[in-house]
């Protein structure tokens, strides 16, 4: 079954803190990142995974990690990243809608997976993107900070974005390739 997650509604600002290391390629919190949270995962869920942690009451995203994603999937480009599409400012809220049939109570049931969500990662000249490559293009974007997502006609998230990342951290990147 396919599911993407879909765009709700945009809130304010949260603060965000990007982790990027040689273990786990990125790891991003918003705000405090403590709460408890519904999971959506995609990639091919062996060699590719992506994992989106959502407020569990507001649907606010609360964390995103790239756990894992195949070697073959990452390009680098010396491109600079160009957008001449709308951008709000501000965090996203996702519907959870998907969730509503499952005992959430039980921690399992917080799970959705979309193991047939193939991922690619891009590794540019001071940025990061990663596309979902079912999702169609996108056609606004939102950002919050350093962090753009991208999200298509059908309000589904197409592409992910870390911004404005220095040389080290990119450098760490491509040891993954």
């Given amino acids: 079954m396919t599911i993407m997650l879909t765009l709700e509604n945009e809130t304010n ?18 705000g405090k990142g403590s709460e408890q949270c519904l999971y959506w995962r ?13 407020n569990m009451y507001s649907g606010e995203v609360s964390n995103i990690t790239l756990a894992n994603i ?13 957008n001449n599409l709308p951008e709000i400012q501000g965090s996203v809220i996702f519907q959870t809608s998907e969730w509503l049939n499952k005992d959430i109570s039980e921690y399992s049931n917080r799970f959705i ?27 606004c974007y939102i950002i919050n900070r ?20 220095n040389e080290e951290k990119l450098d760490i990147l491509k040891l993954f390739i």
């Fill in 13 to 30: 600002y949260k603060d965000v803190v990007v982790n990027i290391d040689e273990f786990v390629p990125f790891d991003i919190t918003f």
């Fill in 42 to 54: 995609g990639g091919n869920g062996k060699s590719s995974l992506v994992e989106v942690g959502l």
């Fill in 70 to 82: 195949d070697s073959g999937e990452i390009n680098i480009t010396d491109e600079m990243l160009a």
């Fill in 113 to 139: 997976d979309d193991f047939d969500c193939n991922i690619k990662l891009i590794i540019g000249s001071n940025y990061i993107k990663l596309l979902f490559k079912k999702a169609t293009n996108p056609i």
């Fill in 146 to 165: 350093n962090i753009r997502f991208g999200f298509s006609l059908s309000r589904e998230l197409s592409t992910l974005e870390i911004l404005d990342l």
